[in-house]
């Protein structure tokens, strides 16, 4: 990796970086690839690093209609948790916390991975019963949650209002300690560098237009530049997965939202954790710039643009300035919106399809950053082997006509 000195980062500053070496190389796409990976999302990197690290597939391309990390990887609010209810999900979360552990140095580059705990909170009863449920089914899976009094909870988060008398009183709340954030672009620069390496093809403004099916079996795509041939297409394109299908007739239960972020202007270090509530629709913790990051459920109408209401965020706030008096004196800095793809169970779909060789990965709704090495993990081993991968099998599509869902509305946490 090429080192800079102080004066050649600042001559690079003053004459428009043009001595750099780019982090990885910017290929035209060439005629024919062993397998095609729509979207250079973190799931779609991840997907060629491990296809590329574990499986031998090197010869295959990232297709990205605009950037990397510009789709919901460089709009997410980075929360990273495994406290889900069922089995299938404790197995995939887990698995991609795992990862996320070792990521840093495995890639070799800094993902600003910070462990600070994620509390999820009760404000009524039944919530809480829910809660110590869970917490209850997490230990079972060996997944660190415990559960906080409302007194432990303010220890935990001193500025958080537990007065009893408030709109929405904290009765209490789960702690997933191994919980946290990191730095979304980090995570997906450290995953294109580390494809590239190994020669996978990440190219960029690039649109996915079309896949060519002959009796039944994949044989290309089609693209703003021109037509690709390869037997393996594997789409990893979040709100725009519906779209993707329908290019071979696969119709999926998925429904495309805008899903809206926020943050404050920056302030001295206020909130050492992440706090999450279900009930209010809203989250937050502090980024290392010092910004208060904050978020709210979807919203309600189905879309395709990255923008939402301001009814939606403005509910939001008043809810977190209840729990938080104090927000009440910040300024706002900017706000932002993404397309989430969500499915009936609020869970995800990874899956073969009735294409031989058109493989999905989709429907991570508002949670799917936090899976994002698991995900890609799982997923490469399904779109090599051609096979069921343990982890991903009860994610398959199959599971809205067998019945067999993986509900995880309440874990989701953040309403969709
Ligand atoms: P993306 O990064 O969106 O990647 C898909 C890519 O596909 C895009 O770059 C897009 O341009 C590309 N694409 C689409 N169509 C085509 C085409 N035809 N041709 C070529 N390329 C195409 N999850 C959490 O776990 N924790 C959080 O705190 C969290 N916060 C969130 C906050 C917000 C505001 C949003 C919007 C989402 C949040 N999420 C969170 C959800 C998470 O971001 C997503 O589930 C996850 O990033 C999806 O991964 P992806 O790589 O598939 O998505
Ligand atoms: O799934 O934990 C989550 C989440 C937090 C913010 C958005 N999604």
Same mark, same amino acid.
């Given at each position: 990796?090429?080192?800079?000195?102080?004066?050649?980062?600042?001559?690079?500053?003053?004459?428009?970086?043009?001595?750099?070496?780019?982090?990885?190389?910017?290929?035209?796409?060439?005629?024919?690839?062993?397998?095609?990976?729509?979207?250079?999302?973190?799931?779609?990197?991840?997907?060629?690093?491990?296809?590329?690290?574990?499986?031998?597939?090197?010869?295959?391309?990232?297709?990205?209609?605009?950037?990397?990390?510009?789709?919901?990887?460089? *709009?997410?609010?980075? /929360?990273? *948790?495994?406290?889900?209810?069922?089995?299938?999900?404790?197995?995939?979360?887990?698995?991609?916390?795992?990862?996320?552990?070792?990521?840093?140095?495995?890639?070799?580059?800094?993902?600003?991975?910070?462990?600070?705990?994620?509390?999820?909170?009760?404000?009524?009863?039944?919530?809480?019963?829910?809660?110590?449920?869970?917490?209850?089914?997490?230990?079972?899976?060996?997944?660190?949650?415990?559960?906080?009094?409302?007194?432990?909870? #303010?220890?935990?988060?001193?500025?958080?209002?537990?007065?009893?008398?408030?709109?929405?009183?904290?009765?209490?709340?789960?702690?997933?300690?191994?919980?946290?954030?990191?730095?979304?672009?980090?995570?997906?620069?450290?995953?294109?560098?580390?494809?590239?390496?190994?020669?996978?093809?990440?190219?960029?403004?690039?649109?996915?237009?079309?896949?060519?099916?002959?009796?039944?079996?994949?044989?290309?795509?089609?693209?703003?530049?021109?037509?690709?041939?390869?037997? #393996?297409?594997?789409?990893?394109?979040?709100?725009?997965?519906?779209? /993707?299908?329908?290019?071979?007739?696969?119709?999926?239960? /998925?429904?495309?939202?805008?899903?809206?972020?926020?943050?404050?202007?920056?302030?001295?270090?206020?909130?050492?954790?992440?706090?999450?509530?279900?009930?209010?629709?809203?989250?937050?913790?502090?980024?290392?710039?010092?910004?208060?990051?904050?978020?709210?459920?979807?919203?309600?109408?189905?879309?395709?643009?990255?923008?939402?209401?301001?009814?939606?965020?403005?509910?939001?706030?008043?809810?977190?300035?209840?729990?938080?008096?104090?927000?009440?004196?910040?300024?706002?800095?900017?706000?932002?919106?993404?397309?989430?793809?969500?499915?009936?169970?609020?869970?995800?779909?990874?899956?073969?399809?009735?294409? #031989?060789?058109?493989?999905?990965?989709?429907?991570?709704?508002?949670?799917?950053?936090?899976?994002?090495?698991?995900?890609?993990?799982?997923?490469?081993?399904?779109?090599?082997?051609?096979?069921?991968?343990?982890?991903?099998?009860?994610?398959?599509?199959?599971?809205?006509?067998?019945?067999?869902?993986?509900?995880?509305?309440?874990?989701?946490?953040?309403?969709?």
């Amino acid at each position: 990796m090429p080192t800079y000195s102080f004066l050649s980062l600042l001559r690079e500053g003053f004459t428009g970086h043009k001595g750099w070496t780019p982090a990885w190389r910017f290929p035209d796409p060439k005629p024919a690839y062993d397998a095609v990976i729509i979207g250079g999302g973190g799931h779609g990197l991840a997907t060629a690093y491990y296809l590329a690290k574990l499986h031998g597939m090197r010869n295959i391309a990232v297709i990205e209609k605009g950037w990397i990390g510009g789709g919901n990887a460089g *709009r997410n609010t980075t /929360i990273i *948790r495994s406290n889900y209810l069922e089995d299938a999900s404790a197995a995939i979360y887990e698995h991609a916390l795992k990862l996320w552990e070792g990521l840093g140095r495995e890639l070799n580059y800094n993902i600003m991975m910070s462990h600070r705990g994620v509390m999820n909170l009760a404000h009524d009863e039944g919530e809480a019963r829910v809660l110590k449920r869970r917490t209850e089914a997490n230990r079972l899976n060996g997944i660190d949650t415990e559960w906080l009094d409302a007194k432990q909870v #303010k220890e935990f988060c001193p500025p958080i209002n537990i007065s009893a008398g408030s709109r929405f009183p904290v009765l209490g709340a789960t702690l997933q300690r191994r919980g946290g954030v990191n730095r979304h672009d980090a995570v997906v620069w450290g995953y294109a560098r580390a494809a590239d390496v190994m020669g996978v093809d990440i190219i960029q403004n690039c649109e996915v237009t079309g896949i060519k099916v002959e009796a039944g079996v994949v044989t290309g795509i089609s693209t703003s530049r021109g037509d690709i041939r390869t037997p #393996k297409v594997a789409s990893v394109a979040a709100g725009h997965t519906s779209i /993707i299908a329908n290019m071979v007739g696969v119709r999926l239960p /998925i429904q495309s939202h805008p899903l809206q972020a926020w943050v404050s202007e920056p302030v001295k270090p206020l909130i050492p954790c992440v706090v999450m509530s279900n009930a209010v629709h809203a989250y937050v913790s502090q980024s290392d710039k010092g910004e208060l990051v904050m978020g709210a459920g979807i919203d309600p109408h189905n879309s395709y643009t990255q923008r939402g209401g301001l009814d939606t965020i403005e509910h939001s706030l008043a809810a977190l300035i209840e729990l938080f008096p104090m927000f009440s004196r910040l300024r706002l800095l900017r706000q932002w919106g993404g397309i989430v793809d969500t499915c009936p169970d609020a869970s995800p779909i990874i899956t073969k399809t009735k294409v #031989k060789g058109f493989y999905i990965n989709a429907g991570w709704g508002t949670g799917g950053w936090k899976a994002t090495p698991g995900s890609g993990h799982a997923f490469a081993d399904l779109v090599a082997r051609d096979e069921p991968n343990a982890i991903a099998a009860p994610f398959s599509v199959e599971r809205f006509s067998s019945g067999a869902l993986v509900a995880e509305h309440g874990a989701a946490a953040v309403a969709h």
